[in-house]
């Protein structure tokens, strides 16, 4: 996926892989989403071997915002290089759930006013590091 893509609607996702999707690759995106839940980029359902890379992605969210999301059974997807911007209630620049494991998550710049990363529900073996983030009070 190479393209430049803007969402406003109540659930905006940029770029969203779903239902055992697997080697694909995002990259060179420019990215952003407004509405009541905004992801940048999605990754959810079973979903393995993708690649995520020299993004630039923006995210604002009345109650969620997040810049890229791995849930519900993702696993062996690299995650890099990228430029993460969030706001709004709920910002999180990278957020793993729902048992994501095996994934690499480095280089990536965060600028956010929530969390930087969060690990939540059944998540193992990831490897993070590497990510500067810039936290806004």
Same mark, same amino acid.
């Given at each position: 996926?190479?393209?430049?893509?803007?969402?406003?609607?109540?659930?905006?996702?940029?770029?969203?892989?779903?239902?055992?999707?697997?080697?694909?690759?995002?990259?060179?995106?420019? !990215?952003? $989403?407004? @509405?009541?839940?905004?992801? +940048?980029?999605? *990754?959810? /359902?079973?979903?393995? =071997?993708? %690649?995520? #890379? &020299?993004?630039?992605?923006?995210?604002?969210?009345?109650?969620?915002?997040?810049?890229?999301?791995?849930?519900?059974?993702?696993?062996?997807?690299?995650?890099?290089?990228?430029? !993460?911007? $969030?706001? @709004?209630?709920?910002?999180? +620049?990278?957020? *793993?759930? /729902?048992?994501?494991? =095996?994934? %690499?998550? #480095? &280089?990536?710049?965060?600028?956010?006013?929530?969390?930087?990363?969060?690990?939540?529900?059944?998540?193992?073996?990831?490897?993070?590091?590497?990510?500067?983030?810039?936290?806004?009070?």
């Amino acid at each position: 996926v190479q393209a430049d893509l803007g969402t406003d609607n109540s659930n905006a996702y940029g770029v969203y892989v779903f239902d055992k999707a697997k080697n694909n690759t995002a990259l060179n995106n420019t !990215i952003r $989403t407004y @509405g009541n839940i905004g992801y +940048g980029i999605y *990754l959810f /359902s079973e979903v393995y =071997n993708n %690649s995520v #890379y &020299n993004n630039n992605v923006t995210t604002s969210g009345l109650t969620n915002a997040r810049g890229v999301v791995l849930g519900t059974t993702s696993y062996s997807n690299s995650v890099y290089g990228n430029v !993460i911007t $969030t706001s @709004g209630s709920g910002g999180f +620049g990278v957020y *793993l759930t /729902s048992t994501a494991y =095996n994934n %690499s998550i #480095y &280089n990536n710049g965060i600028d956010t006013w929530g969390n930087g990363m969060q690990l939540d529900s059944t998540v193992y073996n990831n490897f993070i590091y590497s990510n500067p983030l810039l936290y806004k009070n």
